[in-house]
């Protein structure tokens, strides 16, 4: 794989609770973000259309650019993509993104993007920590809760009594002083609001599309990432010296 790129995309498909991975290397042609979202969107159900955004056949893609997780400014915009119900009656294909950690955590995690189809028969989310996908009943308290009480406790199930900036044990060996970074919907989006946005963090949203109202179809409340590795990068040096010579004109 060239720099820049983890390898796979994360598959979850909240029907059949089946977790699976697709190799990043079939689209590196397309960019990352938007153009690796839509070629994936395309292939998996392209040929199933028309189907309305509510349909479980509609797919949640998020997905990173090759800078994600790097010092290059700018680079932390999540892309977000699918069947848009705010573009009713004929709700197409469109894209939103939104800022903040995400991204980041979801390179050093180990994945590129994330693919969620299909709807689950109760709320859930989705918690990643490096390699292990879990898909956890948010019955018992998160579903329900807004946008900025969701993340803290999602946040707090994911690593018991973390606190920001001491050290967690992961796993044996495996310590991170970070906080998982967390995008949900909020009431709106579990009614099906066709306005319903994404948050993540103190106020970064995808804001376009009804992106909320796609996971509320879904009973999926949110989506977590927590990751301990690194971006590869190609030529580090030639790399920070792209960087440097960028800075010098803010």
Same mark, same amino acid.
């Given at each position: 794989?060239?720099?820049?790129?983890?390898?796979?995309?994360? !598959?979850?498909?909240?029907?059949?609770?089946q977790v699976s991975t697709i190799p990043t290397?079939?689209?590196? %042609?397309?960019?990352?973000?938007?153009?690796?979202?839509?070629?994936?969107?395309?292939?998996?159900?392209?040929?199933?259309?028309?189907? *309305?955004?509510?349909?479980?056949?509609?797919?949640?893609?998020?997905?990173?650019?090759?800078?994600?997780?790097?010092?290059?400014?700018?680079?932390?915009?999540?892309?977000?993509?699918?069947?848009?119900?705010?573009?009713?009656?004929?709700?197409?294909?469109?894209?939103?993104?939104?800022?903040?950690?995400?991204?980041?955590?979801?390179?050093?995690?180990?994945?590129?993007?994330?693919?969620? %189809?299909?709807?689950?028969?109760?709320?859930?989310?989705?918690?990643?920590?490096?390699?292990?996908?879990?898909? %956890?009943?948010?019955?018992?308290?998160?579903?329900?809760? *807004?946008?900025? *009480?969701?993340?803290?406790?999602?946040?707090?199930?994911?690593?018991?009594?973390?606190?920001?900036g001491e050290w967690a044990e992961l796993a044996?060996?495996?310590?991170?002083?970070?906080?998982?970074?967390?995008?949900?919907?909020?009431?709106?989006?579990? !009614?099906?609001?066709?306005?319903?946005?994404?948050?993540?963090?103190?106020?970064?949203?995808?804001?376009?599309?009804?992106?909320?109202?796609?996971?509320?179809?879904?009973?999926?409340?949110?989506?977590?990432?927590?990751?301990?590795?690194?971006?590869?990068?190609? *030529?580090?040096?030639?790399?920070?010296?792209? !960087?440097?010579?960028?800075?010098?004109?803010?």
């Amino acid at each position: 794989m060239p720099g820049g790129y983890t390898g796979k995309i994360l !598959r979850v498909n909240l029907t059949t609770k089946q977790v699976s991975t697709i190799p990043t290397e079939k689209y590196v %042609e397309f960019g990352g973000g938007h153009g690796i979202g839509s070629a994936v969107f395309f292939d998996l159900v392209g040929d199933q259309l028309p189907f *309305d955004a509510f349909d479980p056949r509609n797919l949640i893609i998020m997905m990173a650019s090759p800078f994600s997780g790097t010092f290059m400014p700018g680079s932390g915009r999540c892309e977000v993509q699918g069947l848009g119900p705010m573009l009713y009656p004929i709700e197409w294909f469109g894209h939103s993104n939104f800022g903040g950690r995400f991204t980041a955590q979801m390179k050093f995690a180990g994945w590129d993007g994330i693919v969620v %189809e299909g709807a689950s028969d109760s709320p859930v989310y989705i918690d990643v920590i490096n390699d292990q996908v879990k898909i %956890e009943d948010a019955t018992n308290g998160v579903w329900g809760m *807004d946008t900025w *009480d969701a993340q803290q406790e999602i946040s707090r199930r994911a690593v018991p009594g973390l606190k920001q900036g001491e050290w967690a044990e992961l796993a044996q060996n495996c310590f991170t002083t970070q906080i998982p970074a967390v995008v949900a919907c909020g009431p709106a989006g579990e !009614r099906k609001s066709r306005l319903g946005a994404l948050l993540h963090g103190p106020g970064s949203q995808a804001a376009l599309c009804g992106f909320g109202g796609v996971f509320g179809s879904k009973n999926l409340k949110a989506i977590s990432f927590l990751g301990t590795g690194s971006v590869p990068i190609a *030529d580090p040096k030639a790399f920070m010296a792209a !960087r440097l010579w960028f800075r010098q004109f803010q």
